[in-house]
């Protein structure tokens, strides 16, 4: 499988960087090596689309003994996903970073090898070693600035982070002693839901990632840490971080928990959705407005998937993911034109704002149209109103920001281009339509991901 | 009953983390933390009257009746490695925070509102 | 003075302990990572002997990068033909763990220069 080499290839990058002084080849070694990784994913997710699973045993060790690595739909889509906008983000951070290049480009390289180790594995120790590797090279990225607040946001992330890691730990350690396995798939087989202590194993284990994303009582932190920080940092936080944690909850409640209906988790998705609108219109910082409107976008994704609509979390997901980044960069701009927003940057901004708020023909309201027609099918109609009406809440405060805006002359930056072309390309919605139901009727079905991870 | 020493530490360091308002000492804290996690796994893996797993091509049958379980040994390897990089971080931060703020305490460092 | 004089005897015997602990991680609990450890605590004593202008940081550099490239060949490697780790290993030989020597080995380098190098990082030149 193809996917597995991008790894070794981004972390030696990540080791080879600091020998070099000139700046030029470092830029283009980190520019390269995470194009080669996005190919390499790229053509394996094709692979995968056309021809099922595919697992990797490292160095030959069959699967219940050794690390397998799987890619299915739905890892090849979020680690394409995760490749493609990281990219981007090296690439606006190209004309950003002036000083202390090789600590930025190492640490960044990292924190990506990092996110595409937890979205390829298999095995769930490997997957807490991935998310320590990304957690301390994003911990490092948040404090580049050295200025006060990247400082305090860097300290704050760290206590929480590292306590939501070694909640995850403790629940790994009693379900190695419940289960005697540590392989996702052989997980499975041997899970037994009416147990009462694998029930609350598992849902420690998926608190602690509900706290590393700032869900609803546990997202006092995420303000903080993403106005504290650098905009491409906190493009990269919101982006790339939130898509991977997203998926480990998504893995834990589809296919190892098996439950795709959990009326707490979309009470606690529903609340998270209206508290951060509400804090939204009170902030007077526009990052603090961005990071509530971000967590408030989390509640729309988790709502559509705790409540077994599969295929419109995904679309969501991927939108919200794109979108986010597209909104913090084109923000980052003022950082590069003295507190002023480029031109195109204001115009990027808008059409990303535009497409959140749930406007016709972008990408965004027809994933929020799909969640509010699937939930009015379900019969749960409050929460399809309560959806309509904090859409409106976010009309106002993206406009709250656009009003804060004063503009400079005119700059192309290519990254930003790009992604204005992605959120155009995703609202053609028959396309996408097609290649998430396949991921939906993917996502649905454990026993096919037992069966191939397991075969001898 | 061997479980109280782990979950002790755990407890320990999680008052530490809350309740101290020097920086240095949530670090130290959080370190004991981990390791009382780490002792939780290695306890996790032990059998009454167990030798250390140690295999040598004489005494397999030894080894597969009354060993210790080898693996949350080499979860616990990898688990203090990270334990370390993560120490050794935070205190770099605190560092560079006392050559910002000019104090370490955590009362003084909130200029983020809200 | 005294210190000096003392470290001096030590640092060759810490270095040496620390060799052993790596290079025989595959029959005694220790590896790449604990061997390091110990290597980086005998060249921190060379610190208090000579100063800190002993190693220079790109040098540091280079050796931490070597050593990750050297990884990442044994990964390749590993990933591409399925090296064969023999299942029982002899006492007293180093080389009957194929391939687990290479990798304590290189382990061993990466985390010696990486932790001098955070040495170097905490303390400030005046």
């Known amino acids: 499988m193809l996917a597995a080499y991008s790894i070794p290839i981004l972390i030696c990058t990540a080791f080879i960087i600091p020998i070099f002084k000139n700046q030029k080849i470092i830029k283009t070694l980190a520019i390269l090596s995470i194009f080669i990784s996005l190919c390499l994913v790229f053509l394996s997710s094709i692979d995968v689309f056309y021809s099922g699973i595919k ?133 499975i087989t041997k899970i037994n839901l009416n147990n009462n202590a694998h029930k609350t194993i598992l849902s420690i284990f998926l608190l602690s990632f509900c706290i590393k994303i700032g869900m609803f009582p546990f997202y006092v932190w995420k303000p903080d840490v993403i106005s504290g920080s650098l905009e491409p940092i906190a493009a990269f936080f919101v982006g790339v971080t939130n898509a991977t944690i997203i998926y480990v909850i998504i893995r834990t409640l589809y296919t190892i928990m098996g439950i795709y209906y959990s009326p707490w988790l979309s009470i606690l998705a529903i609340l998270t959705m209206i508290i951060a ?175 191939e991870v397991l075969k001898p | 009953m061997m479980y109280i020493f782990p979950i002790t530490m755990i407890l320990i360091g999680l008052y530490g983390l809350m309740f101290k308002k020097n920086i240095i000492k949530k670090v130290i804290a959080l370190s004991i933390l981990a390791n009382g996690i780490n002792v939780l796994i290695i306890i996790i893996g032990y059998r009454s009257g167990g030798i250390p797993p140690i295999a040598t091509p004489t005494n397999l049958n030894e080894f597969f009746t009354t060993a210790v379980d080898p693996l949350p040994q080499a979860l616990v390897l990898t688990s203090i490695v990270i334990a370390v990089s993560v120490t050794a971080f935070a205190l770099m931060l605190c560092y560079r925070i006392f050559k910002k703020f000019k104090t370490l305490d955590i009362k003084k460092l909130s200029t983020l509102k809200g | 003075m005294l210190e000096k004089n003392i470290s001096k005897l030590l640092i060759i015997f810490i270095i040496i302990f620390g060799l052993n602990i790596t290079i025989f991680g595959h029959l005694t609990p220790g590896g790449g990572f604990q061997g390091g450890a110990i290597v980086a605590t005998g060249i921190a004593l060379i610190f208090v002997i000579v100063g800190l202008k002993f190693f220079d940081e790109r040098t540091l550099n280079i050796v931490k990068g070597l050593g990750g490239l050297g990884i990442g060949f044994l990964v390749f490697f590993g990933l591409l033909f399925r090296p064969f780790i023999v299942e029982t290993q002899e006492l007293f030989k180093v080389w009957s763990g194929d391939y687990i020597v290479f990798l304590n080995i290189f382990c061993m380098i990466i985390v010696t220069s990486g932790l001098i190098l955070i040495i170097y990082a905490m303390v400030e030149k005046k």
């Open chain 1, 55 to 187: 697992t990797f045993a490292v160095s030959g060790w069959k699967p219940p003994f050794g690390i397998v690595l799987v890619l299915d739909e739905f890892s090849s889509i979020i680690a394409s996903l995760i490749l493609f906008l990281s990219l981007i983000i090296a690439g606006f951070s190209l004309s950003l970073v002036k000083e202390r290049i090789k600590e930025f480009y190492t640490l960044l390289l990292l924190a990506i090898a990092g996110s595409l180790g937890i979205v390829i594995t298999g095995d769930i120790f490997n997957m807490f070693v991935f998310t320590e590797i990304m957690s301390i090279a994003i911990y490092g990225l948040i404090s580049f600035s050295l200025k006060k607040e990247g400082l305090e946001a860097a300290f704050k992330y760290l206590i929480i982070g590292s306590i939501s890691s070694y909640l995850m730990l403790i629940a790994l350690a009693l379900l190695y002693s419940q289960v005697g396995t540590l392989n996702i798939a052989d997980i």
């Open chain 1, 277 to 451: 609108a509400f804090l939204a219109l009170l902030q007077q910082d526009i990052k603090r407005i961005l990071a509530y409107g971000s967590i408030s976008q989390l509640g729309y994704i988790f709502l559509a998937f705790s409540t077994g609509l599969a295929f419109q979390g995904v679309y969501h997901l991927v939108n919200n993911a794109v979108i986010e980044v597209l909104l913090f960069l084109s923000v980052g701009t003022m950082l590069m034109h003295k507190n002023k927003m480029e031109k195109i940057s204001m115009y990027a901004f808008l059409l990303g704002a535009f497409s959140l708020i749930g406007i016709p023909p972008l990408s965004a309201f027809f994933s929020k149209f799909f969640i509010i027609t699937g939930l009015l099918e379900k019969n749960l109609f409050i929460y399809a109103i309560i959806s309509g009406l904090i859409s409106i809440v976010a009309l106002l405060y993206y406009m709250k920001i656009y009003f804060m805006f004063k503009q400079d002359e005119k700059k192309i930056y290519w990254p930003i281009i790009i992604l204005i072309i992605v959120v155009l390309l995703l609202s053609f919605v028959p396309v996408w339509l097609q290649i998430f139901k396949g991921v939906e009727v993917n996502l649905l079905a454990r026993n096919e991901y037992v069966s």
